[in-house]
């Protein structure tokens, strides 16, 4: 989507819900002059390696694969696994999630999420098992991170596989080593809009370098070798421009992320006692990345949450309504049976009620004080 043009008559700068966080120009002159100089461009260049080791160090995982974008990896990984039939997963999501079980041809079964986390509910999991389930795809909205545990009984009590999306969990801190390394796979993001970005950018984080390996064959066509095609592959490659700035970004993003930290603390400040304005516990909570600081907006709110959209946005501040509307309520989706609207009350009242804040390492505090007055003084 192409960002909203501003109102010229109105006093303010536009402030969106996020701004790419970018290491500077100059210092990515020489990683440039590197590529031009190697002549390597993609296909697993050398700063593709280079980038691949620094973030399973920086990530503290094994092995990782590096994609071109999170939604090419979110399809690779169903393709990895071999997943057929019928997957679970969460409406409460951006629509890359479930396209990536249509691209399969699998159909996604749609599963309410958890009131306090707007995660997939793994207490209404098992319930929508049926013998074509072969595996479950939940997803670590806003970097808060899903009930892993639950999540795995399950899936072992049933053999089933886990694919997290977790496009928006780098750098989420976790106890007794990293929230990638749960399920069969990760899968992050490293979209212009995230934490961490690379322009456009993901990656698979696999347990073993026997999946690595089968993950690199499927996103190079499906080639071995020269002569050996395995599989149906798709060009999901990271190019080495993607790869070199993603290695320079890691230099810059802990200051980014103790920013990011400073201004959702900040948030919660103002917005503690404000009646009907409920911050979720990814905001102030210290297992947060703070990629995004969503808000519900109650039933005691003076206004409703769509009136407080256009409030901010008649003051030149471009919130989101992530995750309004549920993939489910998309025409591609809306005709199975577990889309149906009484099937989804908790991702639905959110859904309606949900309102992210701009949140990004080069937003000022008193752009946060500005936009937080805008929801004290209704
Ligand atoms: N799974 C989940 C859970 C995801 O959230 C996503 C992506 C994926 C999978 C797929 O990963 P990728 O294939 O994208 O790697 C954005 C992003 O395009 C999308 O990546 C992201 N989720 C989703 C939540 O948000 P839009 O349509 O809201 O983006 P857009 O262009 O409206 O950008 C939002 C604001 O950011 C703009 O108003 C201004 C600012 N912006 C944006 C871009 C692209 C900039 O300042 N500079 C920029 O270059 O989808």
Redesign the pocket.
């Known amino acids: ?4 043009v501003p109102d010229s008559s109105a006093q303010d700068q536009p402030i ?5 966080q970018l290491a500077p120009l100059a210092e990515f002159i020489p990683y440039l002059e590197q590529i031009w100089e190697n002549k390597i461009l993609t296909n697993g260049g050398p700063f593709h390696q280079q980038f691949e080791q620094a973030l399973c160090d920086y990530l503290g995982v094994e092995h990782l694969s590096l994609f071109a ?4 990896g ?1 399809v690779t990984a169903l393709q990895a696994l071999r997943i057929t039939g019928e997957v679970i997963t969460t409406p409460y ?2 629509v ?2 479930a396209h990536s079980l249509l691209w399969n041809g699998i159909k996604p079964v749609f599963v309410d999420i958890e009131p306090q986390t707007l995660n997939l509910d793994p207490a209404k999991i098992e319930s929508a098992i049926t013998p074509q389930t072969t595996a479950i795809l939940p ?1 670590h ?1 806003y970097g808060q991170a899903c009930d892993v545990a639950a999540i795995q009984k399950i899936a072992d009590n049933y053999n089933l596989k886990v694919i997290y ?1 977790a ?2 969990a780098f750098g989420v801190p976790a106890d007794g080593g990293s929230l990638l390394s749960h399920g069969d796979l990760s899968v992050l ?6 934490t961490f970005n690379t322009f ?3 990656a698979i984080v696999c347990p073993d370098a026997k999946t690595k390996q089968r993950i690199d064959h499927l996103k190079n066509f499906g080639f071995v070798d020269e002569v050996t095609v395995v599989a149906a592959g798709i060009n999901g490659k990271m190019s080495e421009v993607n790869a070199a700035f993603g290695l320079l970004q890691l230099k810059h993003i802990d200051a980014a992320l103790a920013r990011r930290r400073e201004i959702a603390a900040l948030y919660c400040r103002l917005l503690a006692d404000v009646r009907g304005i409920r911050c979720l516990p990814a905001c102030d909570s210290e297992r947060s990345n703070h990629t995004y600081f969503p808000i519900l907006v109650g039933p005691e709110f003076p206004i409703g949450r769509d009136a407080l959209f256009q409030k901010f946005r008649d003051r030149n501040i ?1 919130v ?1 309504r ?1 995750f309004h509307p549920l993939i489910s309520d998309f025409p591609m989706y809306r005709g199975l049976q577990s889309a149906q609207a009484g099937n989804l009350p908790v991702a639905r009242n959110a859904s309606a009620r949900v309102l992210c804040l701009p949140i990004f390492p080069g937003l000022k505090d008193e752009d946060v004080l500005r936009i937080a007055a805008i929801i004290t003084e209704c």
């Open positions: 989507m192409n960002p909203p969106y819900v996020t701004q790419p974008n999170g939604t090419l979110l999501s951006f890359a999630t997803v909205c999306d496009a928006h993001s490293f979209h212009a809009t995230k456009e950018g993901g471009f989101r992530y």
